[in-house]
């Protein structure tokens, strides 16, 4: 199935076929412990890259303004840009049960916000997204209908 889905000679991802046309993410829904290995390896790569995208990016540019991160998980990346961009107001969005899982941290300066990045109700109101590491689980369409969604708000 794999090399035929990387040829673009079918759309359905291998995942889905293998597993009878359970989605990943249908799968991380009715499997917490594979989503619970999946947030940490997230939050592993994440907590490497974090350095990067704060001095990679003038997030000056965006004081008083609010940035919003898509999938942030417990908000670690907004943390970053908070620490050395006081001025820009940062909220990170993940799914409630997410969200719920990270009030230990009670990070100071972040907004936790548990939402869905489909439903542009759910996402606040901000000046620009960063959704790093998100997209990546989802079809094609699934993905247009998120930057939809995006565009919304």
Not at 40 to 63: C, K
Not at 76 to 84: A, E, F, P, T, Y
Not at 90 to 99: A, E, G, K, R
Not at 112 to 130: E, N, R, S, W
Request: one cysteine or more.
């Amino acid at each position: 199935e794999l090399p035929d889905y990387i040829a673009g000679k079918t759309s359905t991802p291998p995942f889905d076929v293998a597993n009878k046309g359970m989605d990943i993410v249908q799968h991380y829904q009715e499997n917490s412990k594979s989503s619970q290995y999946r947030n940490g390896v997230a939050r592993f790569v994440s907590s490497n890259e974090i350095s990067s995208v704060v001095n990679g990016f003038d997030w000056s540019t965006l004081n008083n303004k609010t940035v919003v991160d898509i999938g942030g998980g417990y908000g670690n990346l907004m943390r970053g840009i908070k620490d050395s961009y006081p001025e820009v107001n940062c909220v990170c969005l993940d799914l409630p049960s997410v969200i719920d899982d990270s009030d230990y941290l009670r990070l100071e300066g972040v907004s936790m916000v548990g939402g869905d990045m489909f439903i542009p109700a759910t996402i606040p109101k901000c000046d620009a997204i960063l959704a790093k590491h998100v997209l990546c689980d989802w079809s094609d369409n699934d993905v247009v209908q998120a930057l939809k969604s995006f565009n919304l708000v």
